[in-house]
């Protein structure tokens, strides 16, 4: 946890960019750009992993409000409705509020990210400069590019054209074109590949100097990732296929496990955000606050332990999926229900009979009471209120929140192969297998695309709107048309904040 345990200041200015409403207000101090900078000793070489604590700790501090917009879009998901969040609602149903505070804010964070992230390059190339290892400096600049490449490849996800910052100056994005998505997905892609000759080639849970820190491989990801939005299915092949030759990752076992404190750093998990309370009932801590994604009304088994707020609930159409499928150990851990959630299921005929399994009792003994908000909760968000702490009570705390998985990676590597890509890291029924094996599911021989396609539905349900983001990109747009929505190709990017568009002219009109 070393992360959590040093601060650095990274030029508080450099950091700022669109956290405040007027950027030119930036402009004006131009001597807090240079403070950090003209008083730090850079010959203190064991001084240079400082700056890169600082990113990661910067990455790892996020809002709350950030995923969600996210995330809701996909026919997997809903947003929990009858709150104060009513624009969260109706971005759920293609409705966008080019107002909306979440919105704005989504785009202040990133951005604040990739500029400490850049901050941090240009410190630890002082350290170098001032003899330092090179070497070492490289590995540590190379950390920060993924770190910003993550944060990027996010943003132009949501927006599609969007400003890509080369300098740690935020006065140099008031004069940036925008570019293009297929341009930021490139950009990416050369990005990792010139990041990962100087990471380490290692899990990121073997590293002992920054624990979870990124590797090679969490590099190779995201080269795959932004091959996929490019539909470039080669790259995307080779890139997870060296993933999986590695063979340095492997399945978790127990699906169920791996979304509870068991999954932190997890030799399934390529990219995560760390979050810990140390293991003390009280006093410091690092926590996401997973409250957003719990039910509004439970009764824990831990008494005291504290409730969600009901914004995020599994889709009636994923759930019904999913028992079609006769799955049961990826539906129990991906939904918490209700009561009045298993009512809602069987007044459709074909569900009429549901499983013993399915209960509002999770197996670690939480009650999941009915609340107005939504039938369902998102189990992938959960933890039980017996893996807390003793003496900490709110919701999800001490869980980790994980962003890339090998399940993924294998099934973006299977998807490629069914879409003409040649591979050398097996068959696209073996890396299919591997994750249907672990759902105690049976094998699939011959395995097409829409086979895959339906995997990763079931798979990575409620975890960063994959779901949506394939749908967008394959053209499936009726598949987005569900339970009363309609989809439609103008519906794929948010607007741009309007907030921002009053800042940054370059954004109006697009």
């Known amino acids: 946890m070393k992360v959590f345990k040093h601060t650095i200041k990274l030029a508080v200015i450099i950091v700022a960019l669109l956290m405040v409403s007027a950027c030119q207000k930036l402009l004006d101090e131009p001597a807090e750009n240079k403070s950090f900078t003209e008083q730090t000793d850079y010959t203190q070489s064991a001084n240079m992993i400082q700056p890169l604590i600082g990113a990661y700790a910067e990455f790892y501090n996020r809002g709350w409000e950030e995923y969600p917009p996210l995330a809701v879009r996909g026919d997997d998901v809903n947003a929990g409705g009858l709150g104060d969040q009513q624009d969260f609602a109706e971005e759920d149903k293609f409705n966008y509020n080019k107002d909306y505070w979440m919105f704005n804010s989504l785009w202040q964070q990133i951005y604040k990210d990739m500029f400490t992230d850049l901050s941090a390059m240009d410190?630890?190339?002082?350290?170098?400069?001032?003899?330092?290892?090179?070497?070492?400096?490289?590995?540590?600049?190379?950390?920060?590019?993924?770190l910003l490449a993550w944060d990027l490849f996010q943003l132009s996800r949501v927006?599609?054209?969007?400003?890509?910052?080369?300098?740690?100056?935020p006065s140099d994005i008031l004069t940036t074109e925008l570019t293009p998505k297929d341009q930021v997905m490139q950009y990416i892609s050369d990005l990792m590949d010139e990041a990962i000759p100087n990471l380490p080639d290692m899990r990121p849970n073997e590293r002992t100097d920054i624990r979870g820190g990124v590797t090679k491989y969490t590099a190779l990801a995201i080269k795959a990732l932004a091959n996929l939005e490019m539909q470039n299915y080669q790259a995307v092949a080779d890139a997870t296929g060296a993933i999986i030759s590695s063979a340095k990752f492997s399945l978790e076992p127990d699906f169920y496990q791996l979304f509870k404190l068991k999954g932190k750093l997890n030799n399934e998990n390529l990219l995560e955000y760390q979050y810990s309370d140390f293991g003390q009932g009280a006093g410091d801590q690092k926590a996401y606050l997973f409250a957003f994604f719990g039910p509004q009304n439970w009764s824990p088994y831990v008494k005291g332990a504290g409730s969600g707020w009901g914004f995020y609930e599994p889709s009636l159409k994923w759930i019904k999926f999913m028992l079609d499928r006769g799955e049961t150990t990826r539906l129990e851990t991906s939904v918490l229900f209700t009561n009045r959630g298993i009512t809602e299921i069987e007044k459709d005929p074909n569900y009429s009979t549901l499983p013993s399994w399915i209960s509002n009792v999770t197996q670690d003994g939480d009650t999941i009471n009915d609340y107005s908000r939504a039938l369902f909760a998102s189990g992938k968000?959960?933890?039980?209120s017996d893996m807390l702490t003793p003496g900490r009570t709110d919701y999800g705390n001490n869980k980790n929140f994980q962003c890339i998985r090998y399940a993924e990676v294998l099934l973006m590597y299977a998807e490629a192969l069914t879409q003409g890509a040649s591979g050398t890291a097996g068959s696209a029924d073996d890396a299919v297998n591997l994750v249907r094996e672990r759902a105690g599911l049976p094998d699939l021989s011959g395995v097409?695309?829409?086979?895959?396609?339906?995997?990763?539905?079931?798979?990575l349900a409620m975890e960063w709107g994959t779901r949506y983001y394939d749908m967008v990109r394959l053209g499936n747009y009726s598949a987005l048309s569900y339970e009363g929505r309609t989809f439609t190709e103008d519906k794929v990017y948010l607007p741009y904040p309007q907030a921002q568009v009053d800042q940054l002219p370059v954004l109006g009109g697009n």
């Open 381 to 384: 968000h959960y933890l039980p």
């Open 123 to 146: 410190q630890v190339q002082l350290y170098a400069d001032a003899g330092a290892s090179q070497a070492k400096a490289d590995q540590y600049i190379a950390e920060a590019k993924v």
């Open 159 to 169: 927006w599609g054209a969007v400003l890509v910052p080369q300098t740690s100056d």
């Open 448 to 459: 097409t695309n829409a086979q895959v396609m339906d995997e990763k539905f079931a798979e």
